[in-house]
């Protein structure tokens, strides 16, 4: 339930960003947003919150205006996204898209201050340029993509906390019971239980066929869609932090040999060698001063 609740998080921020971009990045109107989410509901986004943020951006108010409008922009929460982040800390798991859902409503709390930063820097937004019609469909992409990877670290949370603590959990039985009734019913939850029926030890599901295809193909649009957002000046926190997960994920090698060899310099923590066996720890005298570990 906590984890289902982090992914509700990820899933709301997801679309919240991807509404910006429409709006205040390629400069559509309320109808044309509707009719965007409403198209969005017939393609493998389709989920309940796809459905209601329909619902939502065609509502209008008594004079006419859409209500959504004036709505103030500072949500609210319960605390179990932040739980969902502590515990993932706890577990050694890369929640990133759910911690930046958690810290993107805490920086939409701070509306006094955001207001007048936004007039210190003189904030803006620049228009994004181009066909509409193939930018949404890019951003459907990015939007699709990064739900995945949504999804992909929630199931990675569980997996951990199943196994350090021996429950056995059948993660394909849990994707359908978030089907039954639960905020983040979507379609491609029985798409997750098919993967998870493929292969039950499946540690990222990215792996799984059918979600690697969709990430590779969605991948060059996911690009372009943070690309264009950070530089239109628009925040798309889960989106980016959900990509350079993927990046990172997919990384042979990544920099944190430097990282280790600076742990070593400054604390003398050690670091294992490239061309040693796993397991064998050296430590380098980095100064020529100090001594050595023990």
Known sequence: KMVHNGIEYGDMQLICEAYQILKDGLGLNYDDMHAVFNDWKKTELDSYLIDITADILAYKDEDGAPLVEKILDTAGQKGTGKWTGINALDHGIPLTLITEAVFARCVSALKDQREAAAQTFGKSIARIDGDRAAWTETLRQALLAAKIISYAQGFMLIREASEQNGWNIDYGATALLWREGCIIRSRFL??????YAQNPGLAFLGNAPYFQQLLQTA????????AK?????????????ALTFLDGYTSARLPANLLQAQRDYFGAHTYE??????????HTNWTGKGGDTA
């Open 229 to 241: 957002a950070i530089e239109a000046g628009i925040p798309v926190p889960c989106m980016a932090s």
């Open 219 to 226: 991948l060059p649009h996911w690009r372009k869609t943070v």
């Open 273 to 282: 060698r490239t061309d040693r066996p796993r397991g064998e720890y050296f």
């Open 190 to 195: 029985g798409d997750i239980r098919d993967a």
